[in-house]
């Protein structure tokens, strides 16, 4: 590798460190004493944080390509290719539709839950808390490329993750 290929390396790592600190903090931020229901407060501030980042990433990834597609399908495998690359640094394992509208994208790696721990409940809770961020970035992403959806996610072990898209008609 040359130099110019290490400092890319380099500030990617740096990047994905810097996530990683930034959610841990948003996961542990307090909860305005007004609020009702403190969890429901976290998820809400979780997914619109998401949607926020996944709105604009998309904005700036869609921009260099020539052209993405004009069919539901073809959108949705820009978003399991190259989205998903730019986040994660791999593409989605596995996607599957019903050609109705619902799409499942499975990440048979993913790497966001791997900090947690599968014997403790706080940790699976938190976990699960988590995953509102990443669902409101697929949410954000595909808003702005003009389809409205409900994302979901859901894992079975702490490396595995399937989220479930529906498209709103």
């Not at 930034?22 to 976290?42: Q, R």
């Not at 820009?78 to 690359?85: A, D, G, H, L, P």
């Not at 409205?148 to 490396?159: E, G, R, T």
Request: proline share 2%; hydrophobic share 40%.
């Amino acid at each position: 590798r040359n130099m110019s290929d290490n400092a890319q390396v380099q500030n990617k790592e740096v990047s994905e460190s810097a996530y990683e600190y930034l959610l841990g903090e948003i996961l542990s931020l307090k909860v305005p004493a007004k609020s009702a229901d403190p969890n429901a407060h976290i998820i809400q501030r979780l997914d619109s944080l998401g949607y926020d980042v996944g709105y604009r990433l998309i904005e700036k990834l869609s921009s260099h390509q020539k052209f993405i597609g004009t069919e539901l399908l073809d959108v949705v495998k820009f978003i399991c290719k190259e989205f998903w690359e730019e986040i994660f640094r791999k593409k989605v394992d596995k996607l599957q539709t019903n050609h109705k509208g619902t799409f499942v994208l499975s990440d048979t790696k993913f790497k966001w839950l791997e900090r947690y721990s599968s014997d403790d409940m706080a940790s699976k809770q938190a976990a699960v808390r988590m995953l509102y961020f990443p669902c409101g970035m697929l949410r954000g992403a595909l808003a702005n490329l003009g389809i409205l959806s409900i994302v979901q996610a859901d894992f079975n072990s702490f490396s595995a993750c399937t989220f479930n898209i529906r498209v709103k008609t």
